[in-house]
C-alpha cells in the first residue's frame, strides 16, 4: 500500500509537467496523509483539457449513501480495480494523475517498522496513477471530491521494504492514462511505467510517523 508520499515541485513545475494551468496555492508538502487535500491532474468533464484540482486522499464511491467512517479507501489494487464495486466506475470514468516528490513504506523488523523514503534521482516529479470520484453529501447537498491511489506488486530491489507499491506512470502515458478509452484491467500490463532502475531510496527516522513533522528533515537519510 502507500499511505504517505511528499509532493515538494512548484507549482509552475507542476504545470509545466503536466500540461495543465496550476492555480492552486501548492507549498512543499513533506509528509502527506490519508483524508488530506492532495492536488490531481483530470480532465474537466465539462470544458475538456486538463485541470488541476484540490480533492480528499481516500475514495467516496459516488453511490453510497453514508460516508465510511474509519479507514479511508487510499489505495485500490490494479489487480482488481476493474472488478470492485467501489473502484470500477471510476476506473472506466475518472482517472487522474497525483503529482509526487516521493512516497514512504514501512520495513517489518524484528525492533519495529523502518520507515524508508523511495523516489527518483534528484527527488524528480512524477505520478501516481489514480481515479477520482464525487459524493454528494446527503446532509447538506454539497459534493465532495475524492481519490485514491493505484497499487500494484513493487519493483523487485524494494520488495524487501514493501510488497506492495502505487503505480509510477512515466511522462509518455499521462495522456494515455487520463484520456484512454480501454477500460481493460490489463491495460497495467500495457502502460509505460518509471523503470525499475530509476528508483531509489534509503531508509530515514521515525520522524515521519506523525503527520505533525512535516519539514525536509524527515527525508535525511537515517546515519548508521
Given amino acids: 500500500m502507500c499511505g504517505r508520499y511528499l509532493l515538494t515541485s512548484s507549482v509552475e513545475t507542476i504545470g509545466a509537467s503536466f500540461e495543465v494551468d ?13 483524508g488530506q487535500l492532495i492536488p490531481i491532474v483530470r480532465m474537466n468533464e465539462k470544458e475538456g483539457g486538463r485541470e488541476l484540482a484540490a480533492v480528499e486522499w481516500g475514495l467516496v464511491p459516488g453511490w453510497m449513501k453514508d460516508r465510511p467512517v474509519g479507514r479511508l479507501m487510499i489505495n485500490a489494487r490494479s489487480e482488481t480495480i476493474a472488478e470492485k464495486p467501489s473502484f470500477r466506475t471510476a476506473f472506466k470514468r475518472r482517472r487522474c494523475l497525483v503529482p509526487s516528490n516521493g512516497f514512504y513504506e514501512w520495513q517489518a523488523q524484528a ?3 523502518h520507515p524508508h523514503y523511495i523516489y527518483l534521482a534528484e527527488g524528480a516529479l512524477f505520478a501516481f496513477a489514480g481515479i477520482w470520484e464525487s459524493w454528494i453529501d446527503p446532509k447538506t447537498e454539497q459534493a465532495i471530491e475524492t481519490a485514491a491511489l493505484i497499487t500494484r506488486q513493487a519493483y523487485s530491489n524494494i520488495q524487501h521494504i514493501h510488497e506492495r507499491m502505487p503505480v509510477m506512470l512515466a511522462s509518455s502515458d499521462y495522456e494515455p492514462w487520463l484520456e484512454g478509452e480501454d477500460p481493460g484491467q ?10 525499475e ?13 506523525s503527520i505533525g513533522n512535516g519539514d525536509r528533515s524527515i527525508i535525511e537519510p537515517v546515519r548508521g
Avoid: C, T, W
Fill in 197 to 209: 532502475g530509476e528508483i531509489l531510496f534509503h531508509e530515514i527516522s521515525r520522524q515521519v510517523n
Fill in 186 to 195: 490489463n491495460i497495467f500490463d500495457r502502460m509505460a511505467l518509471v523503470p
Fill in 22 to 34: 496550476a492555480r492552486l496555492n501548492l507549498g512543499a508538502r513533506y509528509n502527506i496523509a490519508p
Fill in 111 to 113: 525492533d519495529g517498522k
